[in-house]
């Protein structure tokens, strides 16, 4: 089973900064199948990033993914006050059919 | 991105089965698979097993299979979730997520969601 381990676990950051957060794979991972979700308290979460750099429907462009094999990376640049947040890195796995999520870093404003 | 709709919240007694409803808006799509993922408090989400209701295909995580049955009424356009022999390490917000198909294959992400049905499980 693949774990995913994400770092750091909680990013302090100000409005305005840049936001890099890391998500590592125990093996290596098609990254066709490798996304990212953003939590905000009481709501489910949303689809930031698939495909490791496919921006999902009505996400903005300050959203980047990039990644291959193990290492992947997840950047917000120009922090704006609504991405304050938990931050989810997940994978799917086909054979058999497996999703595992990492366990979140929190991005807190400074 | 849609929000699925789900039934309402559940206190249920330890040992007892709960099952949950998710109503995505226009139905269930030939072109989407519908998901099961919980959250227990303070914890990340955790997948539990979905359904391709075009094939009528199942798929649950090893942890919970023999507890947990997921069906989808193409009639009605509602999935269900249900998880039996309740305990209380089962108390979490489940939700459902909906995820596209690329031709006949599963997407491998969840590009709605609903909004969530806590689930208390307590004597």
């Known amino acids: 089973e693949i774990v995913l381990t994400q770092s750091p676990g909680t990013l302090s950051l100000s409005p305005g900064e840049r936001a890099t957060l890391s998500c590592r794979a125990s093996?290596?991972?098609?990254?066709?199948?490798l996304a990212w979700y953003q939590q905000k308290p009481g709501q489910a979460p949303r689809l930031l990033v698939y495909g490791t750099s496919n921006r999902a429907t009505g996400i903005a462009d300050r959203f980047s993914g990039r990644g291959s094999g193990t290492d992947f990376t997840l950047t917000i640049t120009r922090l704006e006050p609504e991405d304050f947040a938990v931050y989810y890195c997940q994978h799917y796995g086909s054979s058999p059919p497996m999703y595992t999520f990492g366990q979140g870093t929190k991005l807190e404003n400074k | 991105q849609v929000q699925l709709e789900q039934s309402g919240a559940e206190v249920k007694q330890p040992g007892s089965s709960v099952k949950v409803s998710c109503r995505p808006p226009?139905?269930?799509?030939?072109?989407?698979?519908l998901n099961w993922v919980r959250q227990a408090p303070g914890q990340g989400p955790e997948w539990m097993g979905g359904?391709?209701?075009?094939?009528?295909?199942?798929n649950y995580a090893q942890k919970l299979r023999g507890r947990i049955t997921i069906t989808a009424d193409r009639s009605t356009g509602t999935a269900y979730m249900e998880l039996s022999s309740l305990r209380s390490e089962d108390t979490a917000i489940y939700y459902c997520?909906?995820?596209?198909?690329?031709?006949?294959?599963?997407?491998?992400?969840?590009?709605?969601w609903g909004q969530g049905t806590l689930v208390t499980v307590s004597s």
């Open positions: 359904i391709i209701p075009v094939f009528g295909t199942t």
């Open positions: 226009g139905g269930l799509l030939n072109s989407k698979a």
């Open positions: 093996q290596t991972i098609r990254s066709e199948y």
């Open positions: 997520a909906r995820e596209p198909l690329w031709f006949r294959d599963l997407s491998g992400h969840f590009e709605d």
